[in-house]
């Protein structure tokens, strides 16, 4: 008797474990299921930007399934895009805690988080999450993308010299301008500290990478100046005209502000010149020259110069400004007048 007392309570110990499963199997697939609805739901909302519903829409599927990282990490990336970034990061960084994430999901959250410190402008914290992405993906290009972005943000240029060095080994296409550009920054920096050795190493450092880079002449000019050695500052701008013809336009009048005060003015001509030999299509030192020729009295040989340039480039319309002038000066109008004629219709064609 005892012994069936004992199989019929274990018989029905089975069967109660068994109608528990299968309520448990029955009501699963339906709070999955409802989770997903509210999941695709919430996305939805927010292609809509319908950003109030989709919050409601995503918390709703966190709350049926805590699984769901996707879901969390776009409910703290609401919060964040609405003003509410301390929120956000505190449900990006709880996920990190999780040990159940894949490392894509990782990735995700990192990057998130990375948005999170920027909108609250604490740029040190951005860097760390961007090393944690690197942990599981070194050489991450959004990652060196970013933290590129942020040491211009910071104006840490020597940093940012070396990240863009970093992205543009993994691009493959350095550009030795924009190089250039964070050493000319560097400098600048080094001297608005009054670190004027600093930072004409900087400068050289930045016409050795880009040897047309009128920035990096003139700022190594202009760093001689502040220390009273005028002689320096004209042989760094010649330097740059000789390297740089095409550009040396952007070095003109401190080479006259230079020559003018060492008492050197009659030197200038020699400088239009040479650049006018070495690139024939620099028309503004054809223009640098004409003015000249006019303030020493030679009237017609500003007008040949501007007539040479009309003839090699029929466009440039400052050339025919500049003759509409000469010719006035020298009594003749009706030149003048067909200039200025030739000079509307080509700005209205």
């Known amino acids: 008797m005892e012994e069936l007392k004992i199989l019929i309570f274990t018989l029905l110990g089975v069967i109660v474990l068994a109608g528990l499963s299968f309520i448990s199997w029955k009501r699963k697939p339906k709070k999955e299921n409802d989770a997903a609805a509210d999941y695709a739901a919430g996305l939805n909302y927010l292609l809509e930007d319908d950003v109030t519903m989709a ?5 709703d599927t966190v709350q049926k399934d805590t699984t769901n990282i996707d879901a969390y990490i776009k409910i703290g990336d609401i919060l964040r895009e609405n003003g509410n ?7 990006h960084r709880d996920l990190t805690a999780r040990t159940t994430l894949s490392e894509v999901q990782r990735m995700q959250v990192f990057r998130s988080l990375v948005a999170d410190y920027e909108k609250l402008e604490r ?47 993994i691009k493959g296409n350095l550009n030795k301008a924009k190089l250039a550009t964070y050493k000319i920054n560097m400098g600048k920096k080094f001297a608005a500290n009054n670190k004027e050795k600093d930072a004409r190493l900087a400068f050289r450092e930045a016409f050795k990478i880009d040897k047309q880079s009128a920035d990096a002449y003139i700022g190594l000019s202009d760093s001689y ?37 060492l ?39 500003a007008i040949d110069i501007c007539q040479n340039v009309l003839q090699l480039n029929p466009e440039y319309a400052p050339a025919r400004e500049h003759l509409i002038r000469y010719y006035h000066r020298s009594g003749k109008d009706l030149l003048a007048v067909e200039q200025a004629i030739a000079l509307i219709n080509n700005r209205e064609s």
Not at 55 to 59: E, G, I, T, Y
Not at 234 to 254: G, I, Y
Not at 287 to 298: E, F, I, S, Y
């Open 55 to 59: 919050l409601r829409k995503l918390r």
């Open 225 to 261: 100046m502040r220390e009273k050695r005028p002689q320096d500052a004209l042989n760094t701008l010649k330097k740059f005209v000789q390297n740089a013809p095409d550009q040396a336009s952007a070095a003109f009048q401190p080479i006259k502000d230079l020559l003018y005060q």
């Open 123 to 169: 740029l040190d914290l951005a860097l760390k999450m961007i090393s944690k992405i690197w942990e599981i993906k070194p050489d991450d290009l959004w990652a060196k993308e970013k933290q590129l972005q942020i040491f211009e943000n910071l104006g840490q240029w020597e940093d940012a010299a070396g990240a863009y060095k970093s992205l543009a080994k």
């Open 263 to 301: 008492g050197e003015f009659g030197e200038i001509e020699n400088i239009y010149n040479q650049v006018i030999t070495q690139s024939p299509e620099n028309w503004e030192a054809y223009m640098h020259l004409a003015r000249l020729k006019v303030k020493k009295g030679h009237l017609d040989q």
């Open 85 to 91: 970034s301390e929120q956000g990061i505190k449900i």
